[in-house]
């Protein structure tokens, strides 16, 4: 609210009486200064949520330093907040998605890029769009009731009987935990790896492919020898926007992690993201230091995906933009 | 044919075969979602669930009518908010854009497209909650409408250049002015286009839930103009979801098959409208 | 361009409808809180509006420690807790809060053991065990022992405690520092705590829910909680020795001993009382209202609810397994009432 005046202020010189009359001969100048202002806002709104985020976390900032990283008792009553379980559980779960996700969605990729005949492709690729759209909450629902028991009941005791001597693969089978996050997360972030690795792959100069299967490479070696080391940058990058988007993720990891702030090595085990713990404390945090330890958690978030983001930005850029350059 | 070459037709085969298995796979957990909805939605869904206010806890019956209006109005208020920014700001970029503050717009876009629905709901809590001292369908309205922003922003600009410049310089060159010239040509033209990505930010954001737990809350009642906590779908399906009763239980599958249907109508609509009237490909 | 046109109708015609609306509109007061008495309030208050359409109260169950939070920062009218606001959330908050006991309400040790539908009991030394993270297995000897006759599995037990800020959670771990010294110096009491072991359900609904669906679990709700969703609960052996089953005479025996002492303030604990056939796990339960309310219309709708609650609404508690308040404190909280301002 005080913003405003000192806004107009600054302003002001270019607003003279005789620079006015010159910018008002045409009415473009007024309809750019009015998409300015629109377009500024964007940074404008950004910057504010940057700074609400950094001004209502200063007292643990203060209290605890670089200790809120480093430590994991979460623990309101003695008014001890430390930031690690959560950073480990959002880590962990990413990291599983990941795991599942990317071979799946590189595979889907390719099909659809380099199989698939134009028309079919098309169709597929709507729909995976549109599974893109599934709201999260939708995904949470059907965690609850069928992947978690899914879960309990086959996955985790398989995979106890399996590969029980890894660390991974221990302890009690609750359904809920690292584990059921990670598949849901994985089902999530699809869709992005897919869309974005298939485009990524598409702008790969059809010379390339030409010149491996003139030299007498099979379809399968011509791809995964020629164009997607040739595209390897762009489809980081659709991982890294995947990762972003993972990280940030919140209602359907909030409804299947299991609440718990420790560290596990187990996948089993229940655990907790910095998105979760958010969702559920936010509103009812009953100390200010409490309060803006949550809202710190906020701003750590908000810094992961900001790098991520960038980074997956840039990647892909650089392979798109060298592929087409060809064009 | 000599062992080699079949070990590697062999491999082509057995590869190329898998990648089918991943977009198959892909593709049927859409189908998945969509049966078991229907399945268990479908049968919960009657009359009352689009009339009648919740009942208290443990009682069987009644519906959502007020999440449904609830979730109406807040993406009203989310349009509001988001649409007028987000197109203005892409006309600019589009049209008026210089290097750098373009590019810084750009960015920043971007960034806020990325920033996770639940920091925006840290966000909304703190600029609108706490100074009103309301939990509200604005504030709901706010968070949502700056999730808005970087969709209609981003995809405005893109369709606003898919427009060809010699309709540009025809204008021109008949003497209408810049202004002129994108009022009455460039956006007619790429008007499908924007409304396509309207309506893809709506689809998007009718569904989110995160930023609405501390900002929209939830109403049992229904709510009266903006400044009063008001119910909405995603929140409703979240809180019956994580409940032990059987009826929440039904009336959470209700919800969500009427969440999910609207998105993905919204989603269908969108591509129609894109289809019929643009022949340019996204980029 | 037509789109925002449209839309700008939209909000204008929608604008002006909830305007003239707001005519003869009903009065919505908003309140958050404890899940513990969820099913009665929002009975109480179904009933209420039924009575005075006028009065919607529109209460959302976020947990206590939500409740004590929001009331603090004024995003509602009034909050309800099960666990008394301590001394120094009372000095931040702006205005007095005033504290009134609605209903007595018991917390439950509530399972799912697959293969078992006997009524389990329970010795303090056991439920800490568990909830410490100490005793693991259900066939445990201090789990067994007290059950000769049951057979139970050789399971990993499941805990499940709340992950939000709880009034459940505090009238539970209030007990528990009471009966174990370990508990009172390693987690000690309050809405939230760092739980040595478990699964985190948020709200007495999520943690039901959780403990319906994973299999060897044991978790604490609200009684109605578990009566509601037919899980099975356990009997607790109370101070004297009696293993002791939640019910409406065994948590009124509980509350009989502070009804006449109670303090002015109502803050008060009535878990692992003295009493042959008292519950040991009971609390009151508290709306939580400030002592000045500037807005007077709400200030009458809150004030006029209270009244009505503690006369009328207490016939509604008995079917939702809620105790009544005993009547020396009803007559003592008729008098608090006109605190209000």
Redesign the interface.
Known sequence: MATVPIAVERAGPGWGPRTLLRRLR???E???L???C??????L??T??VY??WV?SALPRHKFGLHFFLTSVWDPIFDQFGALPFIYGTLVTSAVALLLAV??????A???A???PQRISDA?T??????A??????Y???G???VVPLLRKYVQPFLHSTLGFLPFFQGPHYGVGFLAAGVLLA?MV??FI?SVSREVLLAVPVDQREAALALGA????AT?KVIVPYARIGILGSVFLAL?RA?????AVT?VIGNNPRISASLFAPGYTI?AI??NE??EATGDLYLQA??EL?LV??LL??I???LA?LLILLTTQRGTAQE | MNYRLMW??A??GV??G??????L???S??FF?LG??VWHGGKALNWDFFTKLP????EEGGGMANAIVGSA?LL??A??IG???G???G???A???GRT??F??RY????????????????A???V??PF???STLAGGVALG?MM??IT?RSTENFLLLVPRSLHEAAMALGA????T?ATVV?PAA?RGV?TA?L?AL??V?????PL??TA?????W????D??TASL?VM???Y?????EDW?RQ??AA?LV??GL??LT??AA?LVMSRGMSARRS | ?I??KR??M??LL??LG??A??QG??M?V?G?GATFP??IY??W??EY?KLHPNI?I????IGSGGGIRQLL????DFGASDGPMSDEQLGQAKVKVLHFPTVLGADVPTYNIPGVTQELKFTPDALAGIFLGKITKWNDPAITAPNAGVKLPADDIVVVHRSDGSGTSYIWTDYLSKVSEEWKTKVGKGTSVNWPVGLG???N??V??L??QTPNSIGYVEL??AI??N?PYGQVRNSSGAFIKADLASVTAAAAGTAKSMPDDFRVSITDPVGKTAYPIASFTWLLVPEKISDGAKKKAIVDFVRWMLKDGQKFAEP?AYAQIPKEVVEKEMKAIDRIQ
């Open positions: 045409s009415g473009d007024i309809a750019h009015a998409t300015l629109f377009a500024a806002s964007v940074i709104i950004t504010w949520l609400v985020l209502n071979p799946a969605g590189l595979g889907a390719i099909f659809l380099e199989l698939a597929l709507f729909v995976i769009d549109l599974l759209a599934v709201p999260s909450v939708i949470g629902l059907l609850i009731f069928t089902v699809m869709p897919i099979t379809r399968w070696e995964w972003a990280l940030g993720e919140t209602m409804m998105a958010i969702a936010f509103t949550l809202i906020g978030l908000f995906t900001f991520l983001n960038g930005r | 590697r037709k491999v082509n590869m190329l898998l990648t089918g298995v991943c977009a796979l892909a593709v957990v859409l979602i078991y909805l009942k208290p806890v443990g109005k009203l208020l349009s509001l649409v007028p920014i197109f203005f700001g006309v600019y970029l049209e008026f854009g503050f373009a810084l717009v920043t876009t971007d960034l806020l497209n990325g920033v996770p629905s639940i920091v925006i709901g840290i966000f809590y703190s600029i909650v706490l001292k309301h939990f700056i922003i970087p922003l002015s810049k202004w002129k994108i956006i008007y409304l309207i893809l689809a998007r009718a569904g989110e839930s995160a737990l501390f809350f939830s109403n049992r009642f709510s009266r103009g903006w009063q906590p995603p399906i979240f809180t979801a994580i409940a032990p009763y239980h959470a599958w969500g969440l999910l998105v993905l989603n269908l591509r | 361009m789109i925002v839309l700008a939209l909000a929608l604008g909830s305007a609306q707001a509109d009903p919505l908003n958050a969820y099913p929002s009975k208050f179904d509006h919607q529109n209460y959302q169950s920062a004024g995003t509602v359900g948020k709200g609904e999520g039901a829910g403990v319906k109605i909680y509601q969703n899980l939702l």
